[in-house]
């Protein structure tokens, strides 16, 4: 294993050198627990730097010492207690597995293991509590290691925006429009030509994803079963625009009737539970309340509260349902690396790193 | 009365310098049955030239006979037997009342007296028989002239799309999130700085605009009162970052339940009543339906059939209502002066310029 | 040799998949003189139709001939008179030259053979007279074909809008900045994460192209031998977020004293001989002067004449060389397809498909 | 006079409210040295909080301490002993001379009196000397305080990055294309219907000052006496769409020859002088070279090294002058608010705010 040099956790990236991989480095270069002790990528740039290899499309610079870190191929012999996947989906499954066996805890953004019954799909503010699958797991595959889920891009922010209204009045019936922004799609992602002055209808798969996640984020723990919650979602998922920052129009149909008023002060009174807000990458709180009228804007909004928190304006009734709202939040941050370190730290708060695994 | 050089019916364009003004110019320049005969502008520009004090957006020239005419004020005295009004709602209340005392039929994009018991408001393919309203007007308001109107941009493409669903399955609730276009907003509308790379969630007034009117235009007619259908419509109106084409998708749920085959077999097989579809500018169909996956997509489609049909895709089951599907059309030919002036041919079809007023 | 279903010439595209072939598809669509009768495209999609391979980006549909047309591989065996090649210039050269060993015309968008001595590198309005190559290549090559060359796009509506001024003032030193398309890589292109709200001040290759053909495309014809113009170019290219249309601000040094007005009045006087005007491609003029101080714009003005012509605008004095000016021109229409038709229609003029070859 | 609620040195800036006023309050909120003592906006809304009427368009919230603050009238009596003037060049010549009668020192971004002789235009690294001028014109206009003049955007840049290239080689011609980002004209500037997927060619006025202030910036001081460098300057400017950051592609003639490899050399070793250095506000170079071929980019580049620095790439030699490179700056810092700070700065610490005026 390789060493940290200094007490913090290490940790490895796995995927390292694309959009949400950039992001990880991004935020984890100056992490008070954590310390990238690794990062990997595609096969054929084994061995080169890290700096070399990445096209690097933040406006900061890469940080200095992981420019000069050699990518890794994704093996467990590269060490770390917690692995970070960027991954795509498609090649993850096997990946994760192994370092779970390893015994590593693998926070992935891959799809490959998110629906699983014994894999946790967490956020943080929203159900820590699910974080409890991992004992099933650990039962079941017998690994000491864990693979702990991240909701997809398009699910993260309207949840957190969401889950005070369910709590207070019960969510049945949703209806979302998702305005995605193209870094979701990774790059290089889509074409110049195709979305300049435009507006694309599909992003495949994603409206099934933020379908099934939302359930099961909002679904029951009973002892290790998550119960997904019985309410009713559909998704349009349009890709527009935009660099970073996804907006998304929400119609809410509630069990127990609430005017927009009510649903106001249950936005802005939504605050965090100690354990969270004294996380190092915790919002100040989940959910902002804009009340100017053209508000949220992704590229003004999201990256608001450090990119960590849903940003909720235009709320009103719906004559079809009973409430509409337009939430904003930060893909590659809140909807992704800025996430899964997120539930990280929740982890290690709760003691999931002291001992061995 | 100007003279028209022409057999042509003459008619007038009021606010003919903006974006939907130079819509009518360049779609009337070689109309098979109008001829403008007078351009209004604003004050300050009165007796120069059009194509002088026009900043003019479209890439074909403006055309010669329409150039060099002089800017008039909006007054009965111009003449012509139709007079279409791309005025601002503000301004247009008093002059179009003015036109319609002076025995000009005026069709209008204006708001101004859109909504009134007596005002027809149109689109061929949906509601012509509300035409009969002209009728009740001249008795009520003692003119010979008439106002008729016509849908707000982000109502018309809608509309026409979902009417074939409304006579077959009868719409009950729709909610609707429509992306619209800059041109919507007319010049210079919306600054660069605001919509570059970003969604405003806020059209002042579109949504209760696009809500009333859907339920006036499928409302039923009895006599010459027009009863709103009973529907719930819920409606997200945010600007995009795309030229002309507005994109709205939309979850409807039916009083007659109808599987997505059903509804894209209703939506391939709508047609045009005989006489509309021998209207000069009518398309030849008011519904394409494009099964491509990704599309329709507001750059690439708005503008087919001339931009006077609505295109429609991703017709699927809406797991909340009962169907989900997508809309483009062009807000500034189908939306604005193209469905205006396919009003106008309709009324002269149905003989309401052939004798004195 | 497949038969042409008409008695026009019978021309197949090499490469019609692309964004540039797919210009060739639209303007050979109803074109009087030649007909399509095979395309090529990539060898995965051989055999399968048009327009099920190609992601066509044009607002029109594909015809309905070409739309069933099956993708071909690129070998002679295809027949046709000529061949217009969109071929990507790495797999051109093999082919290009088995097509003129076959006999064919091969009429090519691609660099490999564009700068070959006996290659005639044409714009009909500014070097026909250099098709005479042809005798010379034929000879040398022994093959009863020829392979003549376009200019790459970025050259084109340049040299269009400059001839003019060389032929009368002689250039003798030239510095251009030449803002491109985004159309003019192909698709998919740049990604929009690159190039949204930005500019990319590198296109490879392209400066050292613009400026090398630059003097062949001026170059003296002595026999069958072009000398370059003893002119020094030196470009600066970039690309910017823009659908179609390059826009190049040009500062220019002249053997012979010319005032800005001078430049003005040989730029409005320019006309085409009889043998180009008389082609159907052929713009009205060769440059356009617009006098309105903000123009021309890419976007408004790159179509204009059809997109066959310069656009030229912001003449005026230059205080380092002699005369500033700003060009636009259509990369994919004169820059690319409708180019090199021209030159077709220049070579069937002259007599070139009139026997066999 | 306000008093300064600390020990920094109270300062106000006129015309807050807009996009450069707003970067002011956003550089100025936590400045080690200086302290906003009063913001002044158009007079409709004076005696508002600054947060009501300003359409602020950061990213980051307004700081707190500003945004309560009221808005003020332009006059001497809001005191301070610095003002940062980002008025509109019309209003500004009556209001700056007012204030330096009062004894402040104004620092302006207008162009109101950019050009006289007395009037020090300043860019620190590259002329701190001028500032001498100060003498002359306190002594010619018998004022206790002083204007001194920021170039305009498109100027500063350009200047920081050539300056040590005319200090080792001598530039003697100069050409450059200017590609300007939108905030550079003002909130709200150019329509998006102009501008999206478009480049404007016309900056009105922006070619003549760029010329003008090279000559002045580059030129000679002898006594209180700027010289015009005697060199000629030729401009192209025209508006791309990108938010923030100037690019420019420059072609330069020495009077002493010099390669690339030289220029790069000189570039790569130019360094601030510790009076600059040690400013709060000063880049930590004032060229950084980037040697990746596809760079600078603005959206990328332009705010590297705190937006204070000009990002050089692409230096190779030009076929017709020497050199060719391309330079990316920031126009609202570096071009604007930061620059001004910053000569605002380098007077603090030669002495100009120690005593009275």
């Given at each position: 294993m390789v060493d940290s040099p200094s007490n913090k956790i290490p940790v490895t990236v796995l995927g390292a050198t694309g959009m949400v991989g950039q992001q990880f480095v991004r935020l984890l270069a100056s992490h008070p627990w954590f310390e990238i002790t690794a990062v990997t990528g595609a096969?054929?740039?084994?061995?080169?730097?890290y700096a070399e290899t990445t096209r690097w499309l933040e406006p900061e610079p890469i940080p200095d010492r992981i420019a000069a870190m050699p990518l890794r191929r994704p093996e467990p012999a590269l060490g770390g207690r917690i692995t970070f996947s960027a991954l795509e989906t498609d090649g993850a499954a096997a990946i994760e597995v192994e370092f779970a066996r390893a015994g590593i805890v693998v926070i992935s953004?891959?799809?490959?293991?998110?629906?699983?019954?014994?894999?946790p799909l967490i956020i943080p503010e929203v159900n820590a509590e699910h974080l409890v699958l991992v004992e099933r797991q650990r039962r079941e595959r017998k690994w000491p290691g864990a693979i702990i889920a991240n909701p997809t891009c398009g699910t993260t922010g309207l949840i957190l925006a969401v889950a005070p209204l369910h709590r207070a009045f019960g969510i049945e019936r949703m209806i979302v429009t998702s305005l995605q922004a193209?870094?979701?799609?990774?790059?290089?992602?889509?074409?110049s030509l195709d979305v300049l002055g435009n507006v694309i209808p599909l992003i495949p798969g994603e409206e099934e994803r933020i379908e099934t996640e939302t359930r099961r984020l909002l679904g029951q723990l009973q002892g290790t079963v998550v119960t997904e919650a019985p309410l009713a979602v559909g998704v349009h998922a349009h890709r527009v625009p935009v660099l970073d920052g996804h907006l998304q129009s929400v119609s809410i149909g509630f069990r127990r009737k609430s005017t927009p008023a009510d649903a106001i002060a249950v936005l802005e009174g939504a605050r965090l539970t100690p354990d969270i807000s004294s996380?190092?990458?915790?919002?100040?709180?989940?959910v902002v309340v804009d009340s100017?009228?053209?508000?949220?804007q992704p590229r003004l909004d999201a990256g608001r509260e450090r990119g960590m928190a849903a940003i909720v304006g235009r709320v009103r009734a719906c004559p079809v349902l009973d409430l509409r709202l337009v939430v904003a939040s930060h893909n590659r941050i809140r909807g992704a690396a800025g996430g899964a370190i997120l539930t990280a730290e929740l982890m290690n708060a709760k003691g999931f790193f002291n001992g061995t695994p």
């Amino acid at each position: 294993m390789v060493d940290s040099p200094s007490n913090k956790i290490p940790v490895t990236v796995l995927g390292a050198t694309g959009m949400v991989g950039q992001q990880f480095v991004r935020l984890l270069a100056s992490h008070p627990w954590f310390e990238i002790t690794a990062v990997t990528g595609a096969g054929h740039s084994t061995g080169r730097p890290y700096a070399e290899t990445t096209r690097w499309l933040e406006p900061e610079p890469i940080p200095d010492r992981i420019a000069a870190m050699p990518l890794r191929r994704p093996e467990p012999a590269l060490g770390g207690r917690i692995t970070f996947s960027a991954l795509e989906t498609d090649g993850a499954a096997a990946i994760e597995v192994e370092f779970a066996r390893a015994g590593i805890v693998v926070i992935s953004l891959s799809g490959a293991h998110r629906l699983e019954a014994s894999v946790p799909l967490i956020i943080p503010e929203v159900n820590a509590e699910h974080l409890v699958l991992v004992e099933r797991q650990r039962r079941e595959r017998k690994w000491p290691g864990a693979i702990i889920a991240n909701p997809t891009c398009g699910t993260t922010g309207l949840i957190l925006a969401v889950a005070p209204l369910h709590r207070a009045f019960g969510i049945e019936r949703m209806i979302v429009t998702s305005l995605q922004a193209l870094s979701g799609s990774g790059y290089p992602g889509l074409s110049s030509l195709d979305v300049l002055g435009n507006v694309i209808p599909l992003i495949p798969g994603e409206e099934e994803r933020i379908e099934t996640e939302t359930r099961r984020l909002l679904g029951q723990l009973q002892g290790t079963v998550v119960t997904e919650a019985p309410l009713a979602v559909g998704v349009h998922a349009h890709r527009v625009p935009v660099l970073d920052g996804h907006l998304q129009s929400v119609s809410i149909g509630f069990r127990r009737k609430s005017t927009p008023a009510d649903a106001i002060a249950v936005l802005e009174g939504a605050r965090l539970t100690p354990d969270i807000s004294s996380l190092p990458s915790s919002p100040s709180r989940p959910v902002v309340v804009d009340s100017r009228l053209d508000r949220p804007q992704p590229r003004l909004d999201a990256g608001r509260e450090r990119g960590m928190a849903a940003i909720v304006g235009r709320v009103r009734a719906c004559p079809v349902l009973d409430l509409r709202l337009v939430v904003a939040s930060h893909n590659r941050i809140r909807g992704a690396a800025g996430g899964a370190i997120l539930t990280a730290e929740l982890m290690n708060a709760k003691g999931f790193f002291n001992g061995t695994p």
